[in-house]
């Protein structure tokens, strides 16, 4: 096909639940004038994330390396309370804690006091549940196998990250939210293992309250940082288990 027909650097908006092969596939079957030319996405997005996907198609494929390494601006989530195995809640509940004693107000000064820990330059691990390639096996794989692996880290630069608000969110209307984000997931994720343990620790092990609470952020990073480790050690600073609930990417370098 003639490159003109088509554009070497698309922007899509990767949907809540779609893996980012399932993005660009869908992307194919709605536009034919890409059905035979070849793609690849420059930088992933886990399936619990939106927003944007940067695709390089034709030539602009050979090119990938140099889109890699852009920075990023992301919108993201934190959910107090609750601890998962992949830091999002598309996990194993692993820790949580009752809440009904600690106010908005408190927890809002400790959000911000420990916002420093994650600005500027400082080491991340990788979490347990990512592509990143250890001796050959990628570590979530790992992870669902139960063996020990070495977590490796890498540098990572955080400009800026600013605290949006706190609210709090009834635990049915929680439920309710989760079940229906968890559902558009596609592929073996362990949503119906997930699932049946998001309600037992929302309906039994935290029947004594009814409110959670949640604390919105913005972001700007370099490549590969992860939104959903900050929101899990974020946590760990203030010594309450947290998870990312939402993560959108709203710029990747100067593309928005």
Known sequence: MNEKYFQ???????????TPLEALENFRKKNEEYKDVKMTY?????????????????EETKNKEKYLDLDKEYEFE??????????????KVLYSKILTNIRMKELEKE???????????????????SSKTVKGKQLFKYARAGADVEVPEREVFVKEL?????????????????????????GDFRQE?????????????HRVFNTMLIASFKIKCSSGTYVRSIANNLG?????????????????????
Do not use: H
Not at 193 to 205: C, D, G, H, S, Y
Not at 236 to 256: E, N, V, Y
């Open 8 to 18: 070497k650097i698309l922007l899509l908006n990767k949907k809540e639940g779609e």
């Open 42 to 58: 420059a930088g992933r997005l886990d399936p619990m994330a939106s927003g944007l996907l940067l695709v390089l198609a034709g």
């Open 78 to 91: 934190v959910l107090f309370g609750v601890a998962t195995d992949t830091y999002d809640i598309l996990g």
């Open 111 to 129: 959000i911000k006091t420990n916002l420093k820990f994650f600005t500027g330059k400082f080491m991340q691990k990788y979490p347990m549940y």
């Open 162 to 186: 600013k605290f949006l608000k706190l609210r709090k969110i009834g635990q049915k209307k929680l439920l309710a939210n989760i079940k229906k984000r968890i559902k558009k997931v596609k």
């Open 193 to 205: 293992e997930i699932l049946k343990i998001w309600r037992n620790n929302l309906t039994v092990k």
């Open 236 to 256: 760990q600073k203030i010594s309450i288990p947290a998870l990312a609930f939402s993560i959108k990417r709203t710029k990747i370098g100067d593309f928005t």
